[in-house]
């Protein structure tokens, strides 16, 4: 049972470059959610989905776009990197609408230069 | 706006010292709070507080919640250099659906 795991964990872009960070969870979970992590600004939602086929937009999408094909993986899209998305990102999943924890990924550090 | 302030921002302290970690909270349809502990890199959960569930216990950590005056407590006995790290609160509330407005980290370090 390998929990969220994200793929990849590092990853240095130039400006206007795309690229998808891969979220998955063995847990048969139905929510899971994209965050970006900024110094002196917490974990910021950006999109997230509760089931699969679904997705919504959370406090902070501008460049970014989701898919929940299947429902163990959500994945988040940079179409045209810039700098202001360097940020450490982690996804999270959670069981479902109930009151549950959620269980977040390791991160990925991206540098967009 | 949803808000949610966590005080000290950082807090330094030698091994055996308590500490209390504050986090204030401003939202619409409050649902849960939780606590999360960040090392180097993924949270983990440590607590969840509820209407129904006020205060919680797990060892040398603690933590109630006040939701008249909005705000949650985490205690820390007995401080040990393993519980250095980041700690995070989260407030899950129903705005749409049900989302985590989450404050900026308290970073803790426990010197030996």
């Known amino acids: 049972n390998a929990g969220v795991t994200q793929t990849p964990k590092f990853r240095v872009l130039k400006t206007g470059q795309s690229m998808t960070l891969l979220c998955a969870q063995d847990m048969n979970h139905e929510y899971m959610y994209w965050y970006r992590q900024d110094p002196g600004m917490g974990l910021r939602l950006i999109h997230y989905?509760?089931?699969?086929?679904?997705?919504a937009k959370g406090e902070v999408p501008d460049g970014y776009n989701v898919s929940r094909l299947k429902k163990q993986n959500f994945l988040l899209g940079l179409e045209s990197a810039a700098p202001s998305q360097t940020s450490v990102y982690f996804c999270?999943?959670?069981?479902?609408?109930?009151?549950?924890?959620?269980?977040f990924g390791p991160g990925t550090r991206l540098t967009v230069t | 706006e949803d808000k949610v302030v966590q005080s000290p921002l950082s807090l330094v302290v030698h091994e055996g010292d308590t500490v209390t970690l504050n986090c204030s909270y401003e939202?619409?349809?409050?649902?849960?709070l939780l606590w999360y502990k960040q090392e180097k890199k993924a949270p983990t959960f440590l607590f969840m507080l509820?209407?129904?569930?006020i205060e919680k216990k797990s060892g040398r950590l603690s933590s109630i919640l006040d939701k008249k005056e909005l705000f949650s407590i985490l205690n820390i006995t007995a401080t040990q250099t393993g519980d250095s790290a980041v700690y995070l609160c989260?407030?899950?509330?129903?705005?749409?659906?049900?989302?985590?407005?989450f404050g900026t980290g308290t970073r803790l370090k426990v010197l030996a």
């Open positions: 989260a407030v899950e509330a129903l705005t749409g659906t049900y989302k985590y407005i």
């Open positions: 939202v619409t349809n409050f649902r849960s």
């Open positions: 989905s509760v089931g699969e086929g679904t997705t």
């Open positions: 509820t209407s129904s569930g």
């Open positions: 999270a999943s959670k069981k479902e609408r109930e009151l549950y924890e959620q269980y």
